[in-house]
C-alpha cells in the first residue's frame, strides 16, 4: 500500500513569486491535514479535510495561503505571493477517521523562500 | 489553548544506555498522546499512543505512560542503539467537540536523540 506522497520533495523561489505544493493521501483515507515546521519551532496544525471540505482552517497563518482538494483525493496548497517567513518544511497527513486514529505523515516538502 | 513541552536536546548518549525524553502538555479535556519519530531523511513515524489516562504505548523497546495527575508522558527505553538515532516528537490530540483546540495534532519542539557506539 502506498504511502503519503508530496511533490516537490524541495522547492527554492525568490520573495514574491507563487509555490504549489501537492499531496496525496492514502488512498480511502477522508481526511487529510496540512501542517507546516518552521526551522526551530515546533511543526504547527494549518488545517483539516474532510473529503473536499475544510473541517479545521483555525492554523492557516494568512490569507496568502490557500489549500484545495477537488473532489476530495488529493490536496494542493498554494502559497501566493511567498514571503521569507514561508520558508519550512510542509507536511501533509491523513487518516482514516478524525478521532486518535493514527495520521500517517508524508515525507515533506522542504520550501526554501530567497 | 493546547501546548507540549519537552526537552529539546540534542541528547547524546552511549549504546545500551538508558533513555528517557520527558514530555508534559496542557490541554482541554482528555487528549490523546503519541510519540513521533523522525529518522533522518525520512517523514514522521507514528512510535505509539495512549488515549487514556494510565494507559501504556509501547513499541520497539520504548514506552511511555499516561499520566494525568502529572499531565505527563515520558518516553523511555531501557537500552538505546546507535539505530534509535532520531528526531522524537510528543504531540496530542483533543477529543473531537471538546472545544479546546484545532482538530490537527499539537505537537511539542522535538527531541534530537543522538547515540554513540
Known amino acids: 500500500e502506498a504511502g503519503v506522497t508530496q511533490f516537490p520533495s524541495h522547492s527554492v523561489i525568490e520573495k514574491g513569486q507563487t509555490v504549489t505544493l501537492r499531496c496525496d493521501p492514502i488512498?480511502?483515507?477522508?481526511?487529510l491535514y496540512w501542517y507546516r515546521r518552521v526551522m526551530g519551532k515546533e511543526i504547527k496544525f494549518l488545517l483539516h479535510?474532510?473529503?473536499?471540505?475544510?473541517?479545521?482552517e483555525s492554523g492557516m497563518p494568512n490569507n496568502r495561503f490557500l489549500a484545495e482538494r477537488t473532489g476530495g483525493t488529493y490536496s494542493t496548497l498554494k502559497v501566493q505571493p511567498a514571503e521569507l517567513e514561508d520558508s519550512g518544511v510542509y507536511f501533509c497527513?491523513?487518516?482514516?477517521?478524525?478521532?486518535?486514529?493514527?495520521?500517517?505523515f508524508g515525507p515533506g516538502t522542504r520550501l526554501t523562500v530567497l | 489553548g493546547d501546548s507540549v513541552t519537552q526537552m529539546e536536546g540534542p541528547v547524546t548518549l552511549s549504546e545500551e544506555a538508558f533513555l528517557t525524553i520527558n514530555c508534559t502538555y496542557t490541554?482541554?479535556?482528555?487528549?490523546?498522546l503519541f510519540w513521533y519519530v523522525q529518522y533522518p531523511g525520512e517523514g514522521l513515524q507514528l512510535l505509539l499512543k495512549?488515549?487514556?489516562?494510565?494507559d501504556k504505548g509501547s513499541n520497539k523497546g520504548f514506552e511511555a505512560t499516561y499520566r494525568k495527575e502529572t499531565t505527563s508522558f515520558h518516553l523511555e527505553k531501557g537500552s538505546v542503539q546507535v539505530s534509535d538515532s532520531a528526531v522524537y516528537f510528543c504531540?496530542?490530540?483533543?477529543?473531537?467537540?471538546?472545544?479546546?483546540?484545532?482538530?490537527?495534532?499539537?505537537f511539542g519542539k522535538g527531541t534530537h536523540l543522538i547515540i554513540q557506539p
Open positions: 490541554a482541554t479535556g482528555y487528549p490523546s
Open positions: 479535510f474532510v473529503k473536499e471540505s475544510k473541517q479545521d
Open positions: 488512498s480511502g483515507h477522508d481526511n
Open positions: 497527513a491523513s487518516s482514516l477517521r478524525q478521532d486518535y486514529n493514527e495520521q500517517f
Open positions: 495512549a488515549t487514556k489516562a494510565d
Open positions: 504531540a496530542l490530540l483533543s477529543p473531537i467537540y471538546s472545544g479546546g483546540g484545532a482538530d490537527g495534532l499539537t
